[in-house]
């Protein structure tokens, strides 16, 4: 009997110590299935028996398990929502449609959590609205060159709008604006007629310039060549005067190498007959002779009437006129 006893309560401690065991591990294994690590940027909303506890920020924690759960995992980092082209109608009654592009970052996750059911949709319809508000007030010219002010008007809208949700909007960009074809070529035309009429415009500029530039050259030719007839006509005025002093400097040194000999009537009376000779010589057909000189040649005439014989003239003339020799 004591044996029995000893062996039974030999077994009773080793079942506890099973028991014990067994409890520790699931206690380990509770504890280590209840602690978390937030990630960067992550932060876990963890609700309480169903009631929001508490927002779970980087690092670890540990909720208690079968109470805490983790509600909703959210990433913090800034998002990107692609919406598809919406149709919107201009002042002018044009119906395009835009495609825009959304820029938003969550900043409370208590409010993203509980204060809309789905956030991303309803961000979506109200981007399709306010666009639509914005446009219906613009037109089309004013739609096409006023990008940055339709982006502006939507984020301040679609900021206020989604604050109560805990998100911030940080850009609105409008991706694409798609006309009608027709409005497409008719803004296509209307490019190339301004196209053309820039090409005009300089080319019609450039020659102007370039005639401009061709008077320029012409005037400039006309003034050089007015300035080169005026220098040629002072620099041959000049010869001409240099010229009429040197003629006039060489006879008045003849005049007086003349006046120095002391040449007499005779002498001079030589020199005009020399002077006369080489006048006759040339290719003039009238001479005039001082009168000086035509007393000379009188009395040339003369002297040699009475000098030379008149039987040199020629032959004895025949007939009537002729005088009888005597034998």
Aim: aromatic share 4%.
């Amino acid at each position: 009997m004591t044996v029995l006893l000893t062996n039974a309560a030999g077994i009773d401690n080793l079942t506890q110590y099973v028991v014990i065991g067994a409890i520790v591990l699931i206690v380990f294994l509770l504890l280590i299935r209840n602690i978390r690590i937030v990630p960067q940027a992550t932060t876990f909303v963890i609700e309480r028996l169903g009631a929001y506890q508490a927002t779970w920020t980087t690092g670890i924690h540990m909720k208690l398990p079968f109470i805490d759960r983790i509600s909703k995992v959210i990433s913090m980092k800034e998002r990107v929502a692609d919406f598809p082209p919406q149709a919107v109608i201009t002042a002018d009654n044009v119906t395009m449609e835009i495609d825009t592009v959304l820029f938003y970052q969550i900043l409370d996750p208590k409010l993203y959590t509980y204060g809309i059911e789905n956030p991303i949709l309803a961000i979506e319809n109200l981007t399709t609205t306010t666009l639509r508000n914005i446009i219906g007030d613009l037109e089309l010219d004013q739609t096409l060159t006023s990008r940055d002010v339709i982006n502006t008007k939507m984020r301040e809208i679609l900021d206020v709008a989604t604050d109560p949700w805990g998100i911030k909007v940080n850009r609105v960009e409008l991706k694409n604006i798609i006309p009608p074809r027709e409005i497409q070529n008719a803004m296509e035309r209307q490019m190339k007629a301004e196209r053309d009429k820039r090409e005009q415009i300089l080319v019609a500029e450039g020659k102007k310039e370039a005639a401009i530039r061709v008077a320029e050259g012409e005037k400039m030719a006309t003034v050089l060549r007015a300035e080169a007839t005026k220098e040629r006509a002072i620099r041959e005025a000049e010869g001409q005067a240099e010229a009429i002093l040197t003629v006039q400097d060489a006879t008045a040194r003849g005049l007086n190498m003349i006046k120095s000999v002391g040449a007499d009537a005779p002498l001079i009376t030589l020199r005009s007959l020399e002077a006369m000779e080489k006048v006759a010589n040339g290719r003039a057909t009238k001479i005039i002779i001082p009168s000086e000189l035509q007393n000379l040649a009188g009395l040339a005439t003369t002297l040699k009437e009475l000098f030379i014989d008149p039987a040199d003239d020629g032959p004895a003339p025949q007939g009537d006129d002729a005088e009888t020799e005597n034998p």
